[in-house]
Every structure is written in structure tokens, then in C-alpha cells.
């Protein structure tokens, strides 16, 4: 954290939930407010307009977890971001990497989703990150900053704008967390990136997603340049949520 950038904690509940657990579990992270960092939860589609209801009159924002890259027209399934603006959504996720690797999605589109997005002013939460297999064959610092120069070269000098997400796949859903001291050296390059290729490196805010718990949470926060976190399966869980949301401050 550096007090320069208000931390942001994000949870992506990916394609989990139902009416009555949601909201039950958006009742409880309400009631636990006020925290010290920007909240917000990136839910499916067709929960947004019930999670704006609910989450209406509070802080805590909203936002969807992937965006179409076209503005309109016979894409069967998709969805705009007008459609996300319309919803009330301030973010987005872009570039997943479990849309990347199940959808096929390349740095063009990621980048044109990104555009899409912050062309309706839904703030694109733009997720990079490496292969265990490219993380062993030293390729980290290449995958990364080639992922986030795609979305800089789109977005020009509107890049100050969007959020950006580290979370390397090998750490995602499988308990494995990169150790602060991991993390805290790719986000100190995607920084220098952001700050060469924008000038407003300083003030962006660089999230950590991968296996963060209520318990390690506050470790990978104390980092420098890690801003907040990315929180998939714990952000399920109220009182897990709730905590790392705490932990961010
Ligand atoms: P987990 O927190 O379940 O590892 O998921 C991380 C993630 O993919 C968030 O987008």
C-alpha cells in the first residue's frame, strides 16, 4: 500500500451464486462497512440489476466480468458495455485468465474490451499474468508487460484510467499464493510500465489476485505496490470477504 492510492479490494464471484445467497452475502459485507479501502464485487450478468438494488445507498460498487468488445449488433450472448453502464457498474474485468484460456481470448481483444469499456466510463479492470510453465521458463516479466502494453497501445492516453490486476494463473484457485515478496516484483515492474508509458504510473492502482485469503491477506497488502486484491473463492464467504476487505487500508 502507499497512501498516494486508495486500496481497492474487488470481489470476482465468477459463476457461482443464487438469489438467496447473494443476498444474504451482500447483506453481511453492507453491514460491515464502513471499510478503509474502495469494495466492490464483480458479479454475473444477470445479478446486476438485483446487486444494484441492494447495494444501492451504500459505497460498496458493482461490476460485471467480461464486457463485448463490439458497441452493438447480432452478437448473440454478449454484452455491451452500454448494457454494464445502463446496470450502474463502475468496473469491469477484462482479460480474465479464465477467459484467456477458455474462451481464447488474445491481448487485441482483452485491449479492445478495455476501450469498450472506459468508452462508457466502466472503469476496465484489466487482469495480466503468467503460466507456471512460462514463471519456470523465466518468461514472467515478457508475458506480463506484453499482456499490459497491448491494453496501453489501445486505451493511449486514456491508460491512466483503467485498473490493472496481477494474478499469475498458477496461484489462481489453487491455494498456491505468489509470496508478497513474488508479487510485490511483478507489480513494481507493471508500475514502471504504467508509469513510462502514461506518465501517472504513481497514482494507478495495481490489484494482486490469486489465492488471497483472510490470512495472507494483510501480508501481500503491506507490499509497496500492491494496492489492494482480486479475491475469487474467499470473497463466496462473508466473513472471509469481509476481513481481507479490512486488511486493506
Ligand atoms: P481465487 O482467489 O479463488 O484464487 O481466484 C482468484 C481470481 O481469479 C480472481 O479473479
Not at 37 to 56: G, H, I, K, R, S
Not at 66 to 94: F, K, P
Request: aromatic share 4%; glycine share 10%; with cysteine.
Amino acid at each position: 500500500m502507499n497512501p498516494q492510492r486508495r486500496p481497492l479490494v474487488v470481489g470476482n464471484w465468477k459463476m457461482h451464486g443464487n438469489r438467496p445467497a447473494n443476498t444474504e452475502l451482500l447483506a453481511a459485507v453492507a453491514a460491515a462497512r464502513p471499510f478503509g479501502a474502495d469494495v466492490a464485487v464483480c458479479v454475473p450478468f444477470v445479478y446486476l440489476t438485483e446487486t444494484a438494488a441492494q447495494l444501492a445507498g451504500t459505497d460498496i460498487r458493482w461490476g460485471a466480468q467480461d464486457v463485448s468488445a463490439h458497441a452493438q449488433g447480432a452478437y448473440t450472448g454478449e454484452v455491451s458495455a452500454a448494457m454494464l453502464a445502463e446496470c450502474g457498474c463502475r468496473y469491469v474485468l477484462v482479460g480474465h485468465s479464465e477467459r484467456r484460456q477458455h474462451h481464447g481470448e488474445a491481448d487485441e481483444l482483452v485491449a479492445a474490451k478495455a476501450q469498450a469499456a472506459l468508452g462508457k466510463g466502466v472503469t476496465p479492470i484489466v487482469c495480466v499474468g503468467e503460466t507456471l510453465e512460462q514463471r519456470d521458463a523465466g518468461q514472467t516479466e515478457a508475458v506480463v508487460k506484453r499482456q499490459l502494453a497491448a491494453v496501453i497501445r489501445e486505451l493511449a492516453h486514456c491508460a491512466a484510467e483503467m485498473v490493472v490486476a496481477y494474478e499469475p494463473v498458477w496461484a489462481i484457485g489453487t491455494g498456491r499464493t505468489a509470496t508478497p515478496e513474488q508479487a510485490q516484483a511483478v507489480h513494481a515492474v507493471l508500475r514502471s510500465q504504467l508509469q513510462a508509458a502514461s506518465g501517472h504510473g504513481e497514482r494507478m492502482r495495481i490489484l494482486y489476485g490469486g489465492s488471497v485469503k483472510a490470512d495472507n491477506a494483510a501480508a501481500l497488502f503491506a507490499q509497496p505496490d500492491i494496492d489492494g486484491g482480486l479475491i475469487g473463492g474467499a470473497s463466496l464467504k462473508a466473513a472471509d470477504f469481509i476481513t481481507i476487505c479490512r486488511a486493506a487500508r
